[in-house]
């Protein structure tokens, strides 16, 4: 999601502090998709408490940018 952007964008995230890393590390455990496999995974939240934790975190990055009302925000 953030990794497309320039460096100096990116370096406009970090100011408002926003970071790539908590979307990213939950796609990572997601495998980077959702499966219907992976509904109940062992000692970990159903899935739709997984996607409600990056909703969250993409309505966090939202806020920031609207809060900076910076040019990045498309």
Do not use: C, K, N, W
Not at 10 to 39: C, M, N, P, T
Not at 45 to 64: F, N, Q, S, V
Request: hydrophobic share 40%; no cysteine; net charge positive.
């Amino acid at each position: 999601m953030l990794d497309g952007l320039p460096a100096s964008e990116l370096a406009a995230l970090v100011e408002l502090g926003v970071s790539q890393e908590g979307i990213r590390a939950a796609l990572v455990a997601e495998h980077g998709s959702f499966e219907r496999g992976r509904l109940r995974v062992a000692g970990r939240p159903t899935l739709d408490l997984r996607i409600e934790e990056i909703r969250r975190e993409l309505g966090r990055i939202e806020e920031a940018l609207v809060r900076g009302r910076s040019r990045i925000y498309r």
